[in-house]
């Protein structure tokens, strides 16, 4: 195969890192490291279609067309619908001029991968090539005088060329390319800009020490001179066959033609035309386009500027307008100097033309751009000038939020305020609840600042409730948090102000208490005097000192008085609580033995006389009265009343009257019998 490398040792490396590191190579211009690595990695894999295809490019980045077409064809010997292949050797063709050609494999790959954008734009651009190349020259008529002679002899040396193809090395080729073939109108033509740099390349060959010298990296200038040179040559080729002078000429033609024609347009087109560009302007700016917007709108403003009075009767309005589109656009790009700038000439345009509405768009925009760049006075200035011509009160309700916010920078909070007012009192007007919200913000600020917290509370308190009504959560957060900071202000300087006053007051009353003790002279004391009375302060202040000591301590046995009571209180309950607990335990032992049948045996028992003890003396009184043991300890024992020195108890009563006669020992004697 003659585009695959020819023999030689096998490079260290694998084919996926060739390939990989030469598409990197390829990507960042260095086309010759590039080429190297696609040969290494064709070495490990001959006929990998994508490694010929990525060489081709190679080859024709660098000029090689003929390689470049060796390799194309290659990566389609096994595959002839490998669109990549296709496409490259269409292209190759193209830059080599073969038109025809290139059409006919641009049509392959297009049929086989219509949804690829490539080849239709390959199928246009050779039909196009074609069209240049072929068309009739007829409406070109030139004469064989003058400067247009040199297109026919042009021709003439083209087809004594293409008969006499003769394979030279490399530096004939070189040297043939340095010997001037061209007549230098046509390479002006074809260049352009690039002209400039061929004259400049071909004026270093003149220096003879230059052209001996080398790089750092050890390549001869004449070499890099000479490749500059021939790359241009090729370059001025292929434009003379994709474009030939006829065409041009033609081209030139025809665009005058269509000049023409379009200067007489008719005046239904021309406000088609505005209206349409103006849409279009607006519709990118507010789609976040603003260089696009900008573009556009300076390219309308050059057209309309190209258009006669007669055409445009509005023509001075219309450029103050797209001026004004060109100051929005470099606004939102954050070209501020340049917005400026614009909306000024928009200005001039509107006193000039005596137009109300624009100057007043103007001075509008203008007042944007201060306040944007930080210059609030002369923000205030424009806008102030601008309040007269303000024909609605949303209008005016914007103007007043913007003056007062300005003047809310500069510190001026009464001014602010103000500002706020009027643009509160316009939004009621209007009945718009936003603007509203906006300016009960801007005047709760301005009396924070003023520090009247009480009513920039109140009048935060309001915004809230306008923020809820349209429902703006990012609005009534920010409107919370300020109004908690100035709440907290307003305590911590009613804090501040109410210390002040009561240690004046402290200090004032102390003065005071001092000249009524002291009874003080106006003329100066003497030293003992000074001395006593610092003495009888310091013991004043030590009396003080032990009266304060002694309430607390009496406080402390306050406090401890009351704790004792406390746990006496709890002691009396707990025994009422374990009262309660016997009572509830004998009621549950006389159910159960109500239930056992119990009740009869203890009604049919004999009656026990159990006498008191002998070291009673006396008698006691034993009536129910008296007897409240009783009723609280055994209520199951019964009294004789008719006989005082007796206890009558049923039987089983007997065990628990043991424990009951040192309560009967403490009743008091009864003196009476």
Request: hydrophobic share 35%; charged share 35%.
């Amino acid at each position: 195969m003659a585009a695959v490398a020819g023999g030689g040792s096998v490079p260290a490396g694998t084919f996926p890192g060739f390939m990989t590191e030469g598409t990197l190579l390829y990507r960042r211009g260095e086309y010759g490291k590039a080429l190297a690595c696609f040969d290494n990695a064709l070495k490990l894999r001959a006929e990998d279609k994508h490694c010929l295809v990525a060489r081709s490019k190679c080859y024709l980045r660098l000029g090689d067309t003929e390689n470049s077409l060796k390799d194309a064809e290659a990566s389609l010997q096994n595959d002839k619908t490998f669109a990549k292949g296709l496409y490259q050797k269409a292209e190759t063709l193209y830059t080599m001029g073969d038109f025809e050609f290139a059409l006919v494999f641009y049509h392959r790959g297009y049929r086989l991968r219509p949804e690829l954008q490539k080849f239709r734009q390959g199928i246009q651009k050779s039909q196009e090539a074609i069209v240049n190349c072929i068309g009739s020259p007829s409406s070109v008529k030139l004469e064989n005088k003058g400067d247009l002679c040199f297109i026919s002899r042009q021709a003439e040396s083209k087809k004594a060329n293409q008969k006499l193809q003769i394979k030279l090395t490399k530096d004939q080729q070189w040297t043939k390319k340095q010997e001037p073939q061209r007549n230098p109108k046509v390479e002006r033509q074809l260049l352009g800009e690039l002209y400039a740099d061929k004259a400049y390349l071909e004026k270093l060959l003149k220096d003879e020490d230059l052209m001996k010298s080398s790089t750092k990296q050890g390549i001869k200038v004449a070499d890099m001179v000479l490749s500059g040179i021939a790359y241009l040559d090729t370059r001025t080729e292929f434009w003379q066959q994709q474009k030939p002078i006829y065409a041009r000429v033609r081209e030139r033609k025809l665009r005058q033609q269509r000049w023409i024609r379009d200067k007489k347009r008719k005046p239904a087109e021309v406000a088609r035309y505005i209206v349409k560009s103006m849409e279009d302007i607006d519709m990118l700016l507010t789609g976040g386009s603003p260089e696009e917007s900008c573009k556009k709108a300076e390219h309308v403003l050059k057209t309309i500027q190209g258009w006669s009075d007669d055409e445009v009767p509005n023509k001075n309005e219309l450029i103050g307008n797209l001026y004004s589109c060109i100051g929005n656009a470099q606004l939102e790009m954050g070209q501020m100097e340049a917005a400026l700038q614009s909306h000024k000439m928009d200005l001039e345009f509107a006193r000039q033309n005596g137009l109300p509405d624009a100057i007043s768009r103007a001075l509008d925009n203008i007042g944007r751009v201060y306040a944007r760049i930080g210059k609030f006075q002369e923000a205030i200035d424009t806008w102030e000038e601008k309040i007269p011509m303000a024909k609605s009160s949303l209008e005016k309700t914007w103007l007043f939020h913007e003056i007062g916010r300005c003047y809310l920078e500069l510190d001026k909070a009464e001014a602010a305020r103000n500002y706020g007012k009027k643009s509160l009192q316009s939004a009621d007007e209007e009945g718009d609840v936003e603007w509203q919200l906006h300016a009960s913000v801007l005047v709760a600020q301005a009396q924070e600042k003023l520090k009247d917290y009480r009513s920039a509370i109140m009048t935060f308190e309001k915004a809230l409730e306008k923020a809820k009504l349209v429902h703006d959560d990012a609005a009534q957060k920010a409107i919370i948090t300020i109004s908690i900071s100035a709440m907290k202000t307003q305590t911590m300087t009613t804090l501040r102000r109410t210390e002040r006053e009561r240690k004046v007051r402290r200090k004032a009353q102390r003065i005071k208490k001092v000249k009524r003790k002291m009874k003080m002279p106006r003329m100066m004391k003497s030293k003992e005097a000074m001395k006593s009375m610092r003495i009888k302060k310091k013991r004043a202040k030590e009396t003080a000192r032990r009266a304060r000591e002694m309430v607390r301590r009496a406080r402390e046995m306050v406090r401890r008085a009351k704790e004792t009571a406390r746990r006496a209180r709890e002691t009396v309950r707990r025994a009422k609580e374990t009262v309660r607990r016997a009572k509830e335990t004998a009621r549950r032992a006389k159910e159960t033995k109500k239930k056992q049948g119990m009740m009869k045996s203890s009604r049919t028992s004999r009656w026990s006389r159990v006498a008191f003890p002998e070291q009673l003396e006396g008698r006691i009184n034993l009536s129910a009265e008296r007897c409240f043991c009783k009723q609280l300890l055994f209520p199951s024992l019964f009294l004789d009343p008719s006989r005082a020195t007796y206890l009558r108890v049923p039987a089983h009563a007997g065990a628990r009257f043991v424990l009951f006669l040192p309560l009967l020992a403490q009743l008091p004697r009864s003196t009476g019998q």
